[in-house]
Each structure stands twice: as C-alpha cells, then as structure tokens.
Nanobody, 126 residues
Framework: QVQLVESGGGLVQTGDSLRLSCEAS????????MAWFRQAPGKDREFVAG???????SYTGSVKGRFTISRDYGQNTVYLQMNTLKPEDTAVYYC????????????????????WGQGTQVTVSS
C-alpha cells in the first residue's frame, strides 16, 4: 500500500512563500493522478491543485497565478509552491493520489482519490 507523507507547512506572514512536498512511499502501485486539497476549520475539504500523469495541471480559481503544482517522477514526490500567501490560505493541506487517470473535470473530487496523506498545517498571519 502506497503511503503519502506531506511536509513543508508552517507559520508565515501575508505575502510570503512556502513549498509543500508530498513523498510517496515505495510500492507497486503507481499514483497516476496527484492533487493537493486543503481544509480550513469548520469548512469542507476543497481542491487546490491537481496534476495528471505527465500531462496537464489544474487549479482552483483562488490560487491561480500564485500556486504551482509540480511532480518529480524519479523521486515520487509532488510539490506545491505557494507564493503571495494570504490569510485565507490558512488550512491543513492534504496530498492525495489515485491509480486512475482522472479527467480534468474530476480532479477536484475528494471521492476520486483513494490515498491520502496526514496533512500539514499552513498558517498565514495578517
């Protein structure tokens, strides 16, 4: 069973940058589609960014132009570069993966992913 481990969260100020990492443990399952979600206190888990296997990426509107998702296939690691952070970006960020090739319209569905990390806290102070 593949496991995902996130790192890189922390407390930053408005306008700062952070890079989150998500490393997939070794296993026989290839997670073709990967994504980042986030969950703020009292809110549902929401899609942030997704990356399809060796193809395209997708972002939720509020992070377009500020966040970049990327993947190092050799290191089995997915990254989320977050620039110009805002207080509303404060949340626990989760990495997710699936062994299916998702289409763009389903990238944002929580139910589409069967493997999840434990989450990493990102707090942006004003």
């Amino acid at each position: 069973q593949v496991q995902l481990v996130e790192s890189g969260g922390g407390l930053v100020q408005t306008g700062d940058s952070l890079r989150l990492s998500c490393e997939a443990s070794s296993g026989t399952t290839t997670l073709y589609t990967m994504a980042w979600f986030r969950q703020a206190p009292g809110k549902d888990r929401e899609f942030v960014a997704g990356i399809k296997y060796r193809t395209g990426t997708s972002y939720t509107g509020s992070v377009k132009g500020r966040f970049t998702i990327s993947r190092d296939y050799g290191q089995n690691t997915v990254y989320l570069q977050m620039n110009t952070l805002k207080p509303e970006d404060t949340a626990v960020y989760y990495c997710a993966g699936t062994n299916r090739h998702l289409i763009t319209s389903t990238l944002g569905s929580v139910e589409a992913y069967e493997v999840w990390g434990q989450g990493t806290q990102v707090t942006v102070s004003s």
